[in-house]
């Protein structure tokens, strides 16, 4: 099937894993409806009721939808988006999908979804306007129903970067692939549930390990030059005499419902890469109490159910591509994120850690985004 589409629309078409992940999620989505809740399909002819695509550019998600539904209402506030997709839609006899020009942010339903889908995604919620759109849509969601994607998994990296501004790690549509060294193990800072409302304003403080500082393969950031017989030299914690710590990266996991968890793609939730608000030579010399007190107390508060889910999910995706089957429970709280940490933290304690406080509104852009040591 061809579909009319703008230039930034026909880029998120081509990514071929973002759109399988999402057409297995609303085909799981479907099936669940056939079985009413059994193993066994009840009824071939059952079809869902009504779908919201927010955001829908294209209309390809809304394509997939229509196949299993009755009605889908597709939104964009992009008119040449929907004139594209009506053109499509029209070409190819498709008549159960009404597409509209409006802000879902702020527009007025007069139906309710028992599936919605909003594919407004950014890493870390940060650029686009998911939480805008699903903090007003989700009134109009029916008691039993579902979003897809249910939600995201947030990890940061603490890294050494080449460039001093917020950018993403993107080399399949927009360039060459960053340069930057990862300097220690990955935190979970936030899992989020759609079903449940969100507060834009997010602020976390994320606790590093620098465990990673004898890794000196692939690097070829100029600023390391004058360091790297430091590196090298490195075997353990106690023999390193300096290095730089200027940023974070931050991947995104997208979970498109129970069984489905998906990795970045090209064109979906690319890692990106923000700076610290100055530039730090950390050295032996300035190591003291103060960054071992940084140490989170509960280090050992190990939760063996979420470590087999949640690390399984993150280890197979280190290509970024990878997706993953979990029955983890994604909607968490302030403390259940604490014990995410907690997962991922050696036992050894005897690393160098620094704290680091991060803020941004999501939706805001990356303008919002705040990041420094503490």
Do not use: W
């Amino acid at each position: 099937m061809k579909f009319y589409t703008t230039p930034y629309h026909s880029n998120l078409i081509k990514d071929i894993d973002r759109l399988s992940v999402f057409y297995e999620g609303i085909n799981d989505y479907y099936k669940s409806i056939l079985s009413n809740g059994n193993n066994k399909i009840q009824d071939n002819d059952k079809k869902i009721s009504t779908v919201f695509d927010l955001g829908c550019g294209s209309g390809v998600l809304s394509y997939f939808a229509s196949k299993y539904s009755k009605s889908v209402l597709a939104i964009d506030n992009d008119d040449k988006s929907i004139q594209c997709a009506k053109k499509t839609f029209k070409e190819n006899n498709i008549d159960n999908v009404n597409f509209i020009s409006a802000d879902a942010s702020s527009f007025e339903f007069t139906e309710y979804a028992d599936l919605i889908i909003c594919e407004m995604l950014d890493t870390a919620l940060i650029d686009e306007e998911e939480v805008p759109v699903l903090n007003n849509v989700r009134k109009y969601l029916k008691s039993n129903g579902k979003i897809i994607p249910q939600g995201i998994i947030n990890i940061a990296e603490p890294v050494y970067m080449e460039k001093s501004y917020t950018h993403y790690e993107d080399e399949d549509f927009h360039g060459k692939k960053p340069d930057y060294k990862v300097l220690g193990d990955y935190v979970i800072f936030s899992c989020i549930d759609f079903l449940d409302e969100i507060i834009p304003e997010f602020e976390t403080i994320i606790n590093f390990k620098f465990d990673k500082i004898n890794d000196t393969t692939d690097i070829s950031i100029n600023e390391f030059d004058n360091n790297l017989s430091d590196f090298n030299n490195f075997n353990n914690f106690n023999n390193f005499n300096n290095f730089k710590f200027n940023g974070i990266k931050i991947t995104t996991f997208t979970i498109i419902n129970e069984n489905i968890i998906c990795g970045p793609t090209p064109m979906l939730n690319p890692p990106i890469l923000i700076p610290l608000s100055s530039s730090y030579n950390i050295s032996k010399n300035n190591i003291n109490n103060n960054f071992n007190n940084s140490i989170n107390s509960d280090i050992n508060n190990k939760n063996n159910n979420k470590n087999n889910n949640i690390n399984s999910i993150i280890n197979s995706n280190t290509n970024n591509n990878n997706i993953n089957n979990t029955n983890s429970n994604t909607n968490t709280n302030s403390s259940e994120v604490n014990n995410y940490n907690n997962i991922f933290s050696n036992d050894n304690l005897n690393e160098l850690t620094l704290s680091v406080k991060l803020k941004y509104v999501m939706g805001g852009g990356v303008e919002t985004i705040e990041a420094d040591i503490i």
